[in-house]
């Protein structure tokens, strides 16, 4: 007992040496976050000196990898948050009671860490833990944060950190005001406002045009119903072969069709749209009888072609199809 005694007192020397290099290491580093107003900017050498043991303080480490050769865009998006983090921290903590350092590390100034930390990827966000002092942890593994969510912004990190040192001080995240986006969102409602008033004559009419309108859904009907989605999706080719040197326009089967295929029936629904409107508007309209009755005959004509044509598309699609019209 006297001999434990003995070794203890001879040890406590050493002891304070160290937790006064540790005070004196985190009130080195504290003064460069209020001075630089955020995040300390690491290398190697200043890594190793911030979170080797012993450690009377927690340090928040981000590696990122910002130049761009390395192609890295989550660490460009999130390092405005994270330096605005470390901003708002040290602001709220001025006295440093919560003894926390936020601290940045590139990949072009701590290749030796990324590689003894064996990093493949980037950003990284490591907090260690204090060594020594009442939140003390004895081992010196740091908690990871993943970035794997895809997290780009600072409220997350704050809350993690939170919860990671629970006994410390936690100033607030406040997000500050972006009087810009809210100056370019004015504009940009009372120039769109002044536009629709002073455009309001010209445009309603057009807007309210039974004309236009229909003949936009007509347009949408014949996409739709021609096909146009199912190329979209199956990416089918434009025409193919019929086995005999010869180009195929139709592809055989209800599940299949070429691109082609889809022209010529939006094209044939078209035709006859437009003469079954023609039949409806436009020859009761007719003042002269004899014309009149030509435009019946022609229009009647042109259903039956197309008709008996779509007919025989489906016969082509599937020989057992059982109905026909002439000429096709």
Known sequence: MRLLQLVTAALLPFTALAAKKSSDRFQTNHAKQLSNSGPVKLDDKA???LTKTPRDYSVAVLLT?????????LCNEFQPEWELLGKQWTKGDKKGEGRLIFATLDFGDGKSTFQSLMLQTAPVLLLFPPTTGPNAKPD?????????SGTNTAEPIHAWITRQLPSIPHPAFVRPINYMKIAVISTAVVGLITLVTVAAPYILPVIQNRNLWAAISLIAVLLFTSG???????GVPYVGGDGKGHVSYFAGGFQNQFGMETQIVAAMYGILSFATISLALKVPRMTDPRNQQIAVFVWCGV??????FLLSVFRIKNGGYP???PPF
């Open 140 to 148: 010196n593994i740091p908690h990871r944060f993943e970035f794997a």
């Open 65 to 73: 990898a910002l130049e761009a050769r390395f192609g890295c865009k």
């Open 228 to 234: 146009h989605m199912f190329n979209h999706i199956r």
């Open 303 to 308: 259903i039956l072609g197309m008709y008996s």
């Open 47 to 49: 890594y190793n000196d």
């Open 323 to 325: 109905f026909w019209l």
